[in-house]
């Protein structure tokens, strides 16, 4: 029996302990009014990938759990990318119509541009498994590229930590989160002989959040002294375009 119900509680955590990790960042970008220190890019890998996670499971039916912590992530994500809009940063492309990606990718200035790019990938997707859905070697490659996908979530906060020289804004309880729930998870493929990309993928993410904890130690936390410096340049810019 202690079998049993250990797997009914790994399966438990696995469906609803990683969507729970963003709820403290959440809860911080709203009492600040100011996504600074989140990369908004994380919500576009998670989204992304869990939508395409949810189409590969028609393909591969693997645990349930983890298609219901699809279901929820995409749900949790789909808040959070509100809230960052909501409150971005000011120094943000968006606010100055500058981005140096392609049609501005996740750099839209309204939440309703970000969801029409999701519709549009669900129906590319749709599209693409009812053409495609009964070949092995689609279902495979829609499995490896979402799980693939998902496994690059901690590398833009890798990049925007670096070009910080801080994390700051970046909330301590979701590194946490990321390390300890990517280490259960690392354990919980193997144990339970999920598919292959499953595995591989998880190994890499948890090799990246390893790299972030090494940031924290170097970096810290505090404001980045350059972003302060960018604020007085901005405030100044707003003020003589206002006389």
């Not at 911080?28 to 890998?45: Q, Y």
């Not at 909330?171 to 989160?177: E, V």
Request: net charge neutral.
């Amino acid at each position: 029996m202690a079998p049993h119900w250990f797997s009914a509680l790994a399966s438990i955590g696995m469906a609803i302990g990683p969507p729970l990790v963003y709820v403290d960042q959440t809860t911080s970008i709203i009492k600040k009014k100011d996504s600074t220190g989140f990369s908004r890019d994380v919500c576009a890998v998670l989204l992304l990938a869990n939508i395409t996670r949810c189409f590969f499971w028609l393909g591969e039916r693997f645990e349930l759990a983890l298609l219901v912590q699809s279901l929820l992530m995409v749900l949790c994500q789909l808040a959070l990318l509100y809230i960052c809009v909501l409150y971005r940063p000011r120094l943000s492309p968006e606010n100055f119509g500058v981005s140096s990606r392609p049609l501005g990718f996740w750099q839209w200035t309204t939440y309703s541009q970000h969801i029409e790019f999701l519709a549009g990938y669900i129906v590319l997707l749709t599209i693409l498994v009812l053409i495609f859905g009964r070949s092995d070697v689609f279902v495979w490659l829609l499995g490896f590229f979402s799980l693939g996908l998902e496994s690059t979530l901690p590398l833009p906060q890798f990049i925007s930590n670096y070009n910080q020289k801080s994390l700051y804004g970046f909330r301590m309880s979701t590194l946490i989160g990321w390390v300890g729930g990517d280490s259960f998870k690392t354990v919980y493929f193997f144990a339970k002989g999920s598919p292959l990309q499953f595995k591989i993928c998880a190994i890499f993410q948890l090799s990246v959040d390893i790299a972030i904890v090494v940031q924290r130690l170097i970096y810290g936390n505090a404001p980045p002294p350059a972003a302060l410096t960018e604020e007085d340049e901005l405030e100044q810019a707003l003020a003589l375009a206002e006389e």
